[in-house]
């Protein structure tokens, strides 16, 4: 048997019985004889099982397995053209509960970000990558309906990991309160798209509506987008200002919005992202506010494009220096900023332990450019002290961390307290004891 018939079989036999019996039928096809099966025999298997077969738990595992191997499966555009057809096929298709779930279409969101990553769709297919980004924010913005949830949930977190992937995609979801200086757009990627508006349909707001318990998976998207567009907004004024600078910027600044270019209708594979020629004209603020405002009234849909400047990741996250000075930034920006890190810390309370400490690792940045006061930051984390689960001590520790000048006495002694009791209990996991020893080490060595 090839590799493949191994890997096959490995997610099967994950399964159950029954799915290894249908792996037998559908991928290693020894009924003929053949041992041996090339990759156009299973790539092609792969899409009928997808396609057609009636056990999801089958379809999923194809599904898995195309994610994991399309880069080994695929070796030209056609054939990835006709991956995508299947997808759009099953994501197109109304749920009937039976041959077609929610639960099936989730797996296909997954599998289809992850194909568009392999393949760099970003660059050389811009018209099929700003389709199905819109596609994700057409069911994002369906709050509040429990048949979708889950759906909803997959969704946010394809855009997560697009977001993440490339840091500035998401700008334009963030609506008009997130206007940058003309100063600093221009290195910046951009933050709104010339003739048309996002308009109250914007992220923060989904954040807020969400009612169920997927509102999680909105406010890591959501956090995620504001931590991508500080660290740029930080970066771009550390440029511009110098020691002897002494301009303040108020509330009274006009700040515009950056341009972007349109995106080219059926760009074809291999064409370059950029364009040629000079992007379409911006009004200043807030004059582009009111344009965006009429825009909106006139009932125009908006439809997604990639915003100008924007690229993939950075391998390592933008952070100041401990001894470096924050920014000045508009207060109107501000304000924005801090109260979306409010609405995002307001869903602690129902987040999972994940959450809590992938919040808790990216608040650095905010509480130095924002100057969050303690107490405020406290309420939210402080619960997580009495906590029976490691993992959440070790997010208020890093929270801890980030005031650990301005930490009370009693605080301190509750929290070397909690990890003695935590390095004492043999019946904890050793992993989380040796976590506990870390931060006591930690801890010894602060000055």
Same mark, same amino acid.
């Given at each position: 048997?090839?590799?493949?018939?191994?890997?096959?079989?490995?997610?099967?036999?994950?399964?159950?019985?029954?799915?290894?019996?249908?792996?037998? @039928?559908? !991928?290693?096809?020894?009924?003929?004889?053949?041992?041996?099966?090339?990759?156009?025999?299973?790539?092609? &298997?792969?899409?009928?099982?997808?396609?057609?077969? @009636?056990?999801?738990?089958?379809?999923?595992?194809?599904?898995?397995?195309?994610?994991?191997?399309?880069?080994?499966?695929?070796?030209?555009?056609?054939?990835?053209?006709?991956?995508?057809?299947?997808?759009?096929? &099953?994501?197109?298709?109304?749920?009937?509960?039976?041959?077609?779930?929610?639960?099936?279409?989730?797996?296909?969101?997954?599998?289809?970000?992850? +194909? /568009?990553?392999?393949?760099?769709?970003?660059?050389?297919?811009?018209?099929? $990558?700003?389709?199905?980004?819109?596609?994700?924010?057409?069911?994002?913005?369906?709050?509040?309906?429990?048949?979708?949830?889950?759906?909803?949930?997959?969704?946010?977190?394809? %855009?997560?990991? %697009?977001?993440?992937?490339?840091?500035?995609?998401?700008?334009?979801?963030?609506?008009?309160?997130?206007?940058?200086?003309? &100063?600093?757009?221009?290195?910046?990627?951009? #933050?709104?798209?010339?003739?048309?508006?996002?308009?109250?349909?914007?992220?923060?707001?989904?954040?807020?509506?969400?009612?169920?318990?997927?509102?999680?998976?909105?406010?890591? +998207?959501?956090?995620?987008?504001?931590?991508? $567009?500080?660290?740029?907004?930080?970066?771009?004024?550390? @440029?511009?200002?110098?020691?002897?600078?002494?301009?303040?910027?108020?509330?009274?600044? #006009?700040?515009?919005?950056?341009?972007?270019?349109?995106?080219?209708?059926?760009?074809?594979?291999?064409?370059?992202?950029?364009?040629?020629?000079?992007? =379409?004209?911006?009004?200043?603020?807030?004059? *582009? =506010?009111?344009?965006? *405002?009429?825009?909106?009234? @006139?009932?125009?849909?908006?439809?997604?494009?990639?915003?100008?400047?924007?690229?993939?990741?950075?391998?390592?996250?933008?952070?100041?220096?401990?001894?470096?000075?924050?920014?000045?930034?508009?207060?109107?920006?501000?304000?924005?900023?801090?109260?979306?890190?409010?609405?995002? +810390?307001?869903?602690?309370?129902?987040?999972?332990?994940?959450?809590?400490?992938? &919040?808790?690792?990216?608040?650095? +940045?905010?509480?130095?450019?924002? =100057? /969050?006061?303690?107490? !405020?930051?406290?309420?939210?984390?402080?619960?997580?002290?009495?906590?029976?689960?490691?993992?959440?001590?070790? *997010?208020?520790?890093?929270?801890?961390?980030? $005031?650990?000048?301005?930490?009370?006495?009693?605080?301190?002694? =509750?929290? !070397?307290?909690?990890?003695?009791?935590?390095?004492?209990?043999?019946?904890?996991?050793?992993?989380?004891?040796?976590?506990?020893?870390?931060?006591?080490?930690?801890?010894?060595?602060?000055?």
């Amino acid at each position: 048997m090839t590799d493949w018939t191994y890997e096959m079989l490995r997610y099967a036999f994950s399964w159950n019985d029954e799915s290894a019996e249908k792996a037998l @039928k559908y !991928v290693v096809n020894n009924r003929n004889g053949t041992e041996n099966m090339s990759e156009f025999q299973l790539l092609d &298997i792969l899409l009928l099982t997808i396609l057609t077969e @009636k056990d999801e738990v089958e379809r999923t595992s194809a599904l898995v397995f195309l994610e994991e191997h399309g880069k080994s499966l695929v070796f030209d555009y056609t054939r990835l053209h006709k991956v995508y057809f299947v997808l759009d096929n &099953i994501l197109g298709s109304p749920v009937d509960g039976q041959s077609m779930t929610y639960s099936l279409k989730t797996q296909v969101l997954v599998t289809y970000t992850a +194909l /568009l990553i392999q393949f760099d769709t970003f660059e050389t297919d811009v018209a099929r $990558f700003e389709g199905f980004v819109d596609l994700l924010y057409s069911m994002v913005k369906h709050t509040n309906k429990s048949a979708d949830r889950i759906l909803r949930a997959y969704a946010c977190e394809c %855009l997560h990991e %697009l977001e993440s992937w490339y840091p500035g995609l998401l700008f334009s979801l963030l609506g008009e309160d997130w206007m940058v200086p003309p &100063i600093w757009a221009a290195g910046m990627t951009a #933050t709104s798209q010339p003739g048309t508006s996002v308009g109250q349909n914007i992220l923060g707001k989904f954040v807020n509506d969400e009612l169920l318990h997927v509102q999680e998976s909105y406010a890591r +998207l959501f956090f995620t987008t504001i931590q991508h $567009f500080t660290e740029q907004i930080v970066q771009e004024a550390l @440029k511009h200002t110098s020691p002897d600078d002494k301009q303040e910027f108020s509330i009274a600044a #006009t700040p515009a919005t950056s341009s972007a270019p349109g995106s080219r209708a059926g760009t074809p594979p291999g064409t370059p992202r950029s364009t040629a020629g000079s992007p =379409a004209e911006v009004p200043s603020w807030p004059g *582009a =506010a009111a344009s965006a *405002a009429s825009s909106a009234v @006139k009932g125009e849909v908006f439809r997604f494009r990639v915003p100008e400047n924007c690229h993939t990741s950075p391998e390592v996250a933008f952070d100041l220096a401990p001894e470096q000075t924050p920014p000045r930034l508009p207060r109107k920006l501000v304000r924005s900023m801090t109260r979306s890190i409010g609405l995002v +810390l307001e869903t602690m309370p129902t987040s999972s332990s994940w959450t809590k400490i992938f &919040i808790a690792e990216r608040l650095s +940045l905010f509480v130095r450019v924002l =100057a /969050l006061p303690q107490r !405020v930051v406290f309420h939210h984390f402080s619960p997580l002290l009495r906590s029976s689960r490691p993992s959440l001590l070790h *997010a208020f520790m890093v929270v801890n961390a980030l $005031f650990s000048k301005e930490v009370d006495r009693s605080v301190a002694e =509750a929290v !070397v307290d909690r990890l003695f009791a935590l390095v004492q209990d043999t019946a904890m996991e050793p992993c989380f004891r040796l976590l506990a020893v870390s931060w006591l080490i930690a801890l010894s060595e602060t000055k």
